[in-house]
C-alpha cells in the first residue's frame, strides 16, 4: 500500500522534515503537500522540499493572513515553474474567526484564483464559518463557479459542509480533502457526509500538526496517521484499507499531478 498526505503544515512545529518523512515512510506514506502562507513560511517549505523527495508544496495566502499578507500575491509570479510546485493554497474564506476583513478575504482570494487559473495549477480551498451559519460556503461557491468554469480544479480542505452544499461543490467538479476529524466523537456531520461523496474525489490528509485523529486526538498530528484516517474511510465505505489506500492515492495523483513514487522529481 502507498498513502498520500495531501495537506500538512510545518513551520515551528517541524524542525527537521528528513526525520519527519522518515517516521511516516514507516507507514507507507511516501509523498507529502507541504502547504505555506505568505514569504516567511514560502522560504521554510522550500528549503523542505530541498530535504525529501516526497515532498510537494503549496504556496498563497490563508485567509486569516488576507489583511496582511496581500502582498505575497505579488511575489507568487517568482514560482510557477518550480518543480515541487503542485497547487496554490491554502486560500479561501474563513468567517468562523474573521481575522481578515471578509471583504478584503474574498479580494485576496479572487486574485488568488485568477493566478492559479493563469498558471494551470489546481486551488486548495479553506472553508469556514460558524455553526449552522453558510455564509462563506455561499461566497466560497460563487467564486469557484466562475473558477471552475474556466477550467479551474479545487479541492475543499478539512470540508466540514452540509452533503447539499458538498453536491454543489462536487457538481462544478471539486475535491474533497478527509482527515483527522473523521474519526471524532462528535463529528456524526462530517462521518455522514464523507459516506456519500464521490469515491473519485476523496483524498486523505492530516493537517499535520492540527486536528489529530483518535487515538491521538489532542497531540501534535504527523503525516504517519495517515493509515489511521484510511481504516475509518475504508470502514464507512465498506471497502477493504487496500482498496482505500489505492484510490485515495490514485486521485491525489491525479489532481496534484503527481507521479508515481519512483518518478519523485
Known sequence: ???????????????????????????????????ASGADETADVLKAAEAHPGIRIALGIHPHNAGSDEGFIAELKNYPGHPRLVAVGEIG??????????????????????????????????????DQVYGAYDDAYEQLSSFAGKGGRFVLHCYAGTIAYA????????????????????????????????????????????LAPKPYRGKPNHSKYIPIIGAKLAELRSISLEECAAFTTANARRFFSIKGESDHV
Request: overall charge negative; glycine content about 6%.
Open 167 to 210: 453536491e454543489k461543490f462536487a457538481a462544478l467538479g471539486g475535491y474533497f480533502g478527509v482527515g483527522g476529524m473523521l474519526t471524532f466523537g462528535k463529528a456524526d456531520n462530517i462521518r455522514e457526509v464523507v459516506s456519500v461523496l464521490p469515491l473519485d474525489r476523496i483524498f486523505l490528509e492530516t493537517d499535520a500538526p492540527y
Open 93 to 130: 474564506l474563513d468567517y468562523y474567526y474573521d481575522l481578515s476583513d471578509r471583504e478584503k478575504q474574498r479580494e485576496v482570494f479572487e486574485k488568488q484564483l485568477s493566478f492559479a487559473l493563469e498558471h494551470e495549477l489546481p486551488a486548495i480551498i479553506h472553508c469556514r464559518d460558524k
Open 1 to 35: 500500500m502507498e498513502w498520500i498526505d495531501t495537506h500538512f503544515h510545518g513551520g515551528e512545529y517541524l524542525p527537521d522534515y528528513r526525520v519527519y518523512a522518515a517516521e511516516a515512510e514507516q507507514e507507507n506514506v511516501h509523498t507529502f503537500v507541504l502547504c
